[in-house]
């Protein structure tokens, strides 16, 4: 499995720090260690097995990969993101204290996933774990040229990493486990230079009327819009709204005193971090 390499660069958060006291050393020691192939089940089991509301939970350095057949679903009510049935790897709730030691492991996560649920804990600490997965949920595209005369623009579109398929004119992604946005959707322009968003840039809705997929490999996207991004910018679009935020890579429920420390997300289905806590 490889990494996209935008997204080793692309950290939304490193450090969050909401509360910071003093932690005691927990009663249980969970240990996960990594193991080949989907560890989701193992993940589930070493929670539920959990015998006091003191625990710790220490992961091995590498990658954990976590595919959503073995993990706990539940249904969520999600701020700013889809309500419904999700598949959460981590589910940890009604602990007294709880403690995650990642020792620098990354969750490597496939298909439509909810890493971090954590309900209803007086004390969370969290520690060196960095979020990703195998396959983004985006479309990633650098602009090569437009006409806005003509209404269509052309992008030379990322393989490497990516997943995306042309059916019937339409830009079917990210193509994973059956799972496809109806849509483009929400499209902003990034400078690759820069590593920001375009100066002046539009949040496009994005439908096309056709995509075609020209010789060289490049793609015309067929669309009147208001806004064309400039050439040499880089369009990343993450599909429609109803669809395009399963859930956040961490959602802290009615918690309190959260630490976070050394914990990077490179990508999640919504947004980064959430959290309504109980009190501060």
Same mark, same amino acid.
């Given at each position: *499995?490889?990494?996209?390499?935008?997204?080793?660069?692309?950290?939304?958060?490193? &450090?969050?720090?909401?509360?910071? #006291?003093?932690?005691?050393?927990?009663?249980?020691?969970? #240990?996960?260690?990594?193991?080949?192939?989907?560890?989701? *089940?193992?993940? =589930?089991?070493?929670?539920?097995?959990?015998?006091?509301?003191?625990?710790?939970?220490?992961?091995? !350095?590498?990658?954990?990969?976590?595919? @959503?057949?073995?993990?706990?679903? !539940?249904? /969520?009510?999600?701020?700013?993101?889809?309500?419904?049935?999700?598949?959460?790897?981590? @589910?940890?709730?009604?602990?007294?204290?709880?403690?995650?030691?990642?020792?620098?492991?990354?969750?490597? /996560?496939?298909?439509?996933?909810?890493?971090?649920?954590?309900?209803?804990?007086?004390? &969370?600490?969290?520690?060196?774990?960095?979020?990703?997965?195998?396959?983004?949920?985006?479309?990633?595209?650098?602009?090569?040229?437009? #006409? @806005?005369?003509?209404?269509?623009?052309?992008?030379?579109?990322? =393989?490497?990493?990516?997943?995306? +398929?042309?059916?019937?004119?339409?830009?079917?992604?990210?193509?994973?486990?059956?799972?496809?946005?109806?849509?483009?959707?929400?499209?902003?322009?990034?400078? +690759?230079? !820069? %590593?920001?968003?375009?100066?002046?840039?539009?949040? *496009?809705?994005?439908?096309?009327?056709?995509?075609?997929?020209?010789?060289?490999?490049?793609?015309?996207?067929?669309? %009147?819009?208001? $806004?064309? @991004?400039?050439?040499?910018?880089?369009?990343?679009?993450?599909?429609? =709204?109803? +669809?395009?935020? $399963?859930?956040?890579?961490?959602?802290?429920?009615? /918690?309190?005193?959260?630490?976070?420390?050394? &914990?990077?997300?490179?990508?999640?289905?919504? *947004?980064? $971090?959430?959290?309504?806590?109980?009190?501060?």
């Amino acid at each position: *499995m490889t990494i996209p390499k935008i997204w080793k660069r692309i950290t939304f958060l490193s &450090v969050l720090t909401l509360i910071t #006291n003093s932690y005691t050393a927990a009663k249980e020691i969970i #240990n996960i260690p990594l193991q080949n192939g989907d560890v989701t *089940m193992n993940i =589930r089991k070493a929670i539920e097995s959990a015998k006091t509301d003191d625990i710790k939970i220490i992961l091995e !350095k590498g990658t954990y990969f976590c595919k @959503p057949d073995y993990a706990t679903e !539940k249904y /969520c009510a999600i701020t700013n993101h889809g309500n419904g049935s999700k598949k959460i790897i981590f @589910p940890i709730k009604g602990f007294k204290k709880v403690e995650i030691e990642g020792n620098g492991a990354t969750i490597l /996560c496939h298909g439509q996933l909810f890493p971090f649920l954590i309900e209803e804990c007086n004390e &969370v600490k969290i520690s060196g774990i960095t979020i990703n997965w195998d396959i983004p949920f985006t479309f990633l595209a650098e602009v090569i040229d437009i #006409n @806005p005369k003509e209404g269509w623009r052309e992008v030379k579109p990322f =393989r490497d990493g990516f997943s995306w +398929k042309i059916e019937k004119n339409k830009i079917k992604f990210p193509n994973i486990d059956g799972f496809n946005y109806s849509i483009l959707g929400s499209t902003l322009p990034f400078d +690759k230079g !820069k %590593k920001k968003v375009v100066t002046g840039a539009q949040d *496009m809705h994005s439908d096309p009327s056709k995509v075609v997929e020209l010789p060289n490999g490049n793609l015309r996207i067929y669309e %009147k819009q208001k $806004y064309y @991004p400039p050439i040499g910018s880089l369009l990343s679009s993450k599909g429609d =709204r109803e +669809k395009d935020r $399963y859930a956040p890579a961490f959602d802290f429920k009615e /918690c309190q005193n959260i630490t976070l420390n050394n &914990v990077t997300v490179h990508h999640a289905l919504g *947004m980064a $971090y959430l959290s309504n806590v109980l009190k501060i």
